[in-house]
């Protein structure tokens, strides 16, 4: 290749692309700054703003402010008025910024992408050697912004909708059920599935010690530490029997041996128990998944899921974009002969799989 064969008009173009890629990048650390320094529920409280007012109200320094809020009007997400200097935050722009149990809550989603960028050196060394980054040793940001990530979602989804897409789950789940939510986190799925159904007990396990026990104070705090209980685990060894409900949200991607995993969810389940599966929203084809949602979860996959499995035995890097033929052929080989696809949001698909 010349000079003379390069499109200068595509090549510019794609070069402003890059800048405005570059500015998006930031973006995300001034989203978090912005949700941790209280700028955005500030802004929501009160109204249009100069930088002096917001930085007195929120007791930071107003230099700071300022740059943040142009930065923020420049990207779109604030308007400016140049005659009074002042900045607002749009009725819908709050919402996504502030309001936390709103299934278009978005900070917890900038808050994982930093924490996961922190990480990159890590990650680049990992994949000339061939090893891995587990979960544990990640930036805080991961582990609190994943779950401020999909929490929403699970409250807006998970009661009124998944679960009851389930064959004759629901009922049990009133009656009187055992469940065992595998790779629970924090436990906001745990807990608000106990919240919603107090006849029922239920378990959950995670490999990682420190969300464990953040699970325990947050089942304490929700009043439901009667009916719930946290153990540390992974997904091929976690115990109990007998369970009517087995469920994983957004990990089984993630394990280094989910064959191993299915079969344990295989060996613990009750006779006509259910298994429901939760993961990203994701096409069988490779270009099924080149759009928004897709490409930032690759970029999750190659920076957080795919060296989370290297980091465990077996590797199997099943990527965040498995996709359902994929995930139907980890339960096959687990000794489950049905799976289906009974829910969908535009950020994960819902599987049934039984026995």
Known sequence: MTVTDIDTDKLMAFVFRAVDEVGATLNAALVVMGDKLGYYR?????????????????????????EWLRAQAAGDYLTYDAETDRF??????????????????LPGFFQIALGTVHDTTHIIEAARMGTGVGWGDHDSDVHN??????RP?????LIPDWLPALEGVVPKLEAGATVADVGCGHGASTILMAQ????????GYDAHGPSIEMARQRAADAGVSDRVRFETATAQSFGGEGYDL?????CLHDMGDPVGAARQVRATLADG?????????????????????GRAYYGFSTLLCTPGSFSQEGAAALGTQAGPARIRQVTTEGGFSSFRTVAETPFNLVYEVKA
């Open 42 to 66: 500030d802004l929501a409280a009160n109204g249009p703003s100069t930088a002096e007012e917001m930085a007195r109200r929120t007791g930071t320094v107003e230099p700071y402010a300022r």
């Open 88 to 105: 607002t935050l749009p009725a819908e722009q709050a919402v996504a910024l502030t309001v936390e149990d709103s299934p278009a809550f």
């Open 145 to 150: 912004g994943c779950e401020r990530f999909f």
């Open 153 to 157: 979602g699970y409250n807006a989804n």
């Open 196 to 203: 919603a159904y107090p006849r029922s007990t239920f378990v």
């Open 246 to 250: 087995v469920t994983m949200f957004d």
């Open 273 to 293: 128990g259910t298994w429901m599966v939760v993961e990203p929203r994701a096409g069988d084809r490779v270009e099924d998944n080149f759009n928004p949602v």
